[in-house]
Each structure stands twice: as structure tokens, then as C-alpha cells.
């Protein structure tokens, strides 16, 4: 990971990119939100990813177990400081099962920018309207092969399952025009939990693409929940 300090006892905000993605670039505007804002900023490279060990991507369900770690590396190392979660399609999927799990009380909130509402949705969705492929024959194979060779169940948990647990504020983004992650699962995630969630569109914008689409509308919403949560 990557430490970026603005000052002693700040908030940190830990950003988690997204599959096969690179943390600076998918992080480029929450970045410098935060550092214009006076958080401290823990910038990771999930599993498999950049520097980091691994040797399979689990689509945040062994990942959440790493950002808890980092909760936990973060609190020995800065003391009792607010700690927002954010992250960005897979991470954002992440950081949003991570809020479903048992916390320390400085986690204070979670931005999830266009995240899937399951990872077994996600794999089917690719596997049957990205890639053409007979998902009830394909699907069980993955699953089984995650078990095997990876050592993960698919099925373990979801960000839909940890929305309805969570004690946490959540703001969830989520652009209209996005093909890759649907937004209908960001509309599942929300009417799941309409009272700990709110829930911004970006109009127009593609996957992943959010702040790039409309950097004034995305500050401003992130800004006012970070405001009013951290």
C-alpha cells in the first residue's frame, strides 16, 4: 500500500480499487478529494494486485478479510483516528462486506462506488451476457474451482447480505450508463437498506466513471456525506 499524510490524528480514508485495477488511476479524483479535505489517505493494492501476495482474486471475499487487517495495522499505527472505507467496483463490492463484519468503533462510514450486489451476480452476468455462455453449466464450475484451487466459497457473503447487517452510514454512487456492473444491483443494494444508504446517480456515466463524468457533482456528494458522517 500507499501512505499519503496530511496531518497528525486527521481521518483516514483506506481506498480500495477494483478488479485487475491500478489504486492511483481508479483513485485519482477521490485522492485529491481527500487531501483536500484533510484526510489521510491508505491507498492499497488488493490481493494479487501490484506488490501484493496472491495468487487468486476472490471478488472481496477473502479480500474483506485483508481490509479488516489494514483497519486493524492502521489502528496500531495512527491510535483511535474516524476511518472512512471506500473503494471502487470490486473494491467497492469490498469495503461493503467489510462493513458487514464485526469493526472497531472508528470505522465510521463507507463509500462504494458502482459495486456489484453479489459476486456470483457479477460472474454471471459476465459469463452470460458479456461472454455468451451457458451459466448453469459454467457457473458451478467456477464456484467449484474457487473452493479447490483457491480456497474461497463464492457464496460466503455478498455486499447485499452485509448491507442489511451493517451499523455504518453508506454512500453508494452509481452511474446509469454503466455495462459492466448493471445498475439495477446498486438499486437492489439500496432498497435493501434505504435507511443506512444514500443513494447518488451519476447520469451518463460508465462504468467506473463517475468522478470523471461530473468531478463538481461527485465532490459535492461525497463532500456533504463525508461532512456530515465523519
Known sequence: GRYYHYADGAPLEIQCHGYKGNPIRDFCGNWRIAKEDGRNVLLIHQRCHGKSEGNTITFGIQERKDVLNWIRW???????????????????ATVLMVSGMELPGNV???????????PSN?????????????????????????????GFNLNADSPLAAVVKTK??????????DRFVPYAMSVSLHAAAPEKITFHTIHGAGHALNYVSNPEEYTRVLREFTEKNL
Request: hydrophobic share 50%.
Open 74 to 92: 492502521a489502528n496500531a499505527r495512527f491510535g483511535d483516528v474516524p476511518i472512512l472505507l471506500s473503494g471502487v467496483s470490486m473494491g467497492a
Open 108 to 118: 465510521k462510514a463507507v463509500v462504494a462506488d458502482c459495486p456489484y450486489d453479489a
Open 122 to 150: 457479477i460472474i454471471k452476468k459476465v459469463l452470460g451476457q458479456d461472454m455468451g455462455m451457458p451459466v448453469g453449466i459454467v457457473y458451478p464450475l467456477i464456484r467449484l474451482g474457487g473452493m479447490v484451487y483457491g
Open 168 to 177: 455504518l452510514p453508506i454512500l453508494l454512487i452509481h452511474g446509469d450508463d
